[in-house]
């Protein structure tokens, strides 16, 4: 068999292997179905205790009250996008809000023009997204529809590392970090996620919303776009993703059995991030961070090398070392280690070693 990789994509990204192991084990036939999980109805009871279980997992890794619903959509967070303002924005009074620290809180933005007023109280532009709002920086309006941030910018590689306390809904693009560590999700009116990054594979986004918020959409909207139908049942509207909620599920069980919850996760992420923003500390004539240091991501470590052949050099002899997929995004250029849950010690370890040692030769 191939080896594996230490696998650094931004996303679709790196799996747990345990978590592989089970599907591969239980793809020809689930316990109890005689059956793929891909070949059985949503409605048997064995999916349905499958999404249920998915389910609960989620309410109890995020520590999510009565007063909030999951649900398991499709046409992942971009479809989020429009949806959000559809239902939240739609016949509201006030304006939604949007903080822009980095390339999807501008594709969010966009299309929420689409469906209502908008303003932007916290742009980055100026610096090339490196930087979070400071205390204080963000004008709230108690009457906006919702406020928009995105917890992790996946491209620029810049998180908000706590929970905002803010005096209208916050709107939460968490897509790329979802899980990486606890949170107070009363802090939140929704916060959504696409599986792809931090837990599961793609076709499945989740979206957990404060119940309150649901009487705002509108039944003169598309069936499939009103979150109030997905409510009502049970993501089972339409079809959901069978084998996404599958899969998602049992990375969740992962971070529940294995990792023993989102703390000891958080602590684990901390480590993994440290070991690389070290080594790009350590040798500045060589790396360049792009993100301000205190608005660091633990998920998504970007930085560039000094000109385009040193980069090219790095990439190389990275995968030579089979550390893969770390150039980083088209529009920031440089390099980027995405660093989800799944991505094990011993990679970030193995970066971090590889590039203290290109650092030597080439620093
Ligand atoms: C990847 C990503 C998206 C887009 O997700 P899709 O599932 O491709 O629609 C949105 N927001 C963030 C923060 C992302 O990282």
Same mark, same amino acid.
């Given at each position: 068999?191939?080896?594996?990789?230490?696998?650094?994509?931004?996303?679709?990204?790196?799996?747990?292997?345990?978590?592989?192991?089970?599907?591969?084990?239980?793809?020809?036939?689930?316990?109890?179905?005689?059956?793929?999980?891909?070949?059985?109805?949503?409605?048997?009871?064995?999916?349905?205790?499958?999404?249920?279980?998915?389910?609960?997992?989620?309410?109890?890794?995020?520590?999510?009250?009565?007063?909030?619903?999951?649900?398991?959509?499709?046409?992942?967070?971009?479809?989020?996008?429009?949806?959000?303002?559809?239902?939240?924005?739609?016949?509201?009074?006030?304006?939604?809000?949007? /903080?822009?620290?980095?390339?999807? #809180?501008?594709?969010?933005?966009?299309?929420?023009?689409?469906?209502?007023?908008?303003?932007?109280?916290?742009?980055?532009?100026?610096?090339?997204?490196?930087?979070?709002? #400071?205390?204080?920086?963000?004008?709230?309006?108690?009457?906006?529809?919702? +406020?928009?941030?995105?917890?992790?910018?996946?491209?620029?590689?810049?998180?908000?590392?706590?929970?905002?306390?803010?005096?209208?809904?916050?709107?939460?693009?968490?897509?790329?970090?979802?899980?990486?560590?606890?949170?107070?999700?009363?802090?939140?009116?929704?916060?959504?996620?696409?599986?792809?990054?931090?837990?599961?594979?793609?076709?499945?986004?989740?979206?957990?919303?404060?119940?309150?918020?649901?009487?705002?959409?509108?039944?003169?909207?598309?069936?499939?776009?009103?979150?109030?139908?997905?409510?009502?049942?049970?993501?089972?509207?339409?079809?959901?993703?069978?084998?996404?909620?599958?899969?998602?599920?049992?990375?969740?069980?992962?971070?529940?059995?294995?990792?023993?919850?989102?703390?000891?996760?958080?602590?684990?992420?901390?480590?993994?991030?440290?070991?690389?923003?070290? /080594?790009?500390?350590?040798?500045?004539?060589?790396?360049?961070?792009?993100?301000?240091?205190?608005?660091?991501?633990?998920?998504? /470590?970007?930085?560039?090398?000094?000109?385009?052949?040193?980069?090219?050099?790095?990439?190389?002899?990275?995968?030579?070392?089979?550390?893969?997929?770390?150039?980083?995004?088209?529009? +920031?250029?440089?390099?980027?280690?995405?660093?989800?849950?799944?991505?094990?010690?011993?990679?970030?370890?193995?970066?971090?070693?590889?590039?203290?040692?290109?650092?030597?030769?080439?620093?």
């Amino acid at each position: 068999m191939e080896k594996r990789v230490y696998n650094f994509s931004a996303g679709p990204a790196v799996l747990p292997v345990p978590v592989l192991e089970r599907i591969r084990d239980e793809m020809l036939c689930l316990p109890g179905c005689g059956a793929s999980v891909m070949e059985i109805s949503h409605r048997s009871k064995q999916f349905m205790a499958i999404q249920e279980a998915a389910k609960q997992r989620i309410i109890r890794l995020l520590g999510i009250p009565d007063s909030y619903d999951v649900l398991f959509l499709q046409g992942g967070s971009r479809l989020q996008f429009s949806m959000i303002p559809m239902n939240l924005l739609r016949g509201q009074a006030g304006p939604a809000q949007y /903080v822009l620290t980095g390339s999807w #809180g501008k594709y969010a933005l966009a299309e929420a023009k689409k469906e209502g007023a908008t303003e932007v109280i916290f742009d980055a532009a100026a610096t090339n997204y490196d930087r979070l709002p #400071g205390a204080g920086e963000l004008k709230v309006r108690s009457d906006a529809a919702y +406020v928009h941030i995105t917890s992790n910018e996946t491209i620029q590689g810049v998180q908000f590392p706590q929970d905002l306390d803010l005096p209208a809904p916050v709107v939460c693009d968490s897509s790329s970090d979802i899980f990486y560590r606890p949170l107070d999700i009363t802090k939140y009116g929704l916060l959504y996620a696409c599986a792809q990054k931090n837990a599961g594979p793609a076709g499945v986004t989740v979206v957990v919303i404060r119940k309150d918020l649901l009487e705002r959409s509108n039944d003169q909207l598309p069936g499939y776009l009103n979150f109030k139908n997905h409510s009502k049942e049970d993501s089972m509207w339409n079809t959901p993703p069978t084998f996404a909620v599958y899969a998602l599920g049992l990375v969740t069980e992962w971070l529940e059995s294995t990792v023993g919850g989102l703390d000891a996760m958080y602590e684990i992420n901390k480590k993994k991030a440290a070991l690389v923003y070290d /080594v790009v500390d350590q040798f500045p004539t060589l790396f360049t961070g792009h993100a301000k240091k205190s608005d660091r991501s633990l998920m998504n /470590v970007t930085f560039k090398l000094p000109n385009d052949e040193i980069e090219s050099a790095f990439l190389k002899q990275a995968q030579s070392h089979s550390l893969d997929s770390l150039k980083g995004h088209r529009s +920031v250029g440089g390099i980027r280690a995405s660093l989800y849950n799944a991505m094990p010690m011993e990679g970030a370890q193995a970066l971090a070693s590889f590039m203290s040692d290109f650092a030597k030769k080439n620093g």
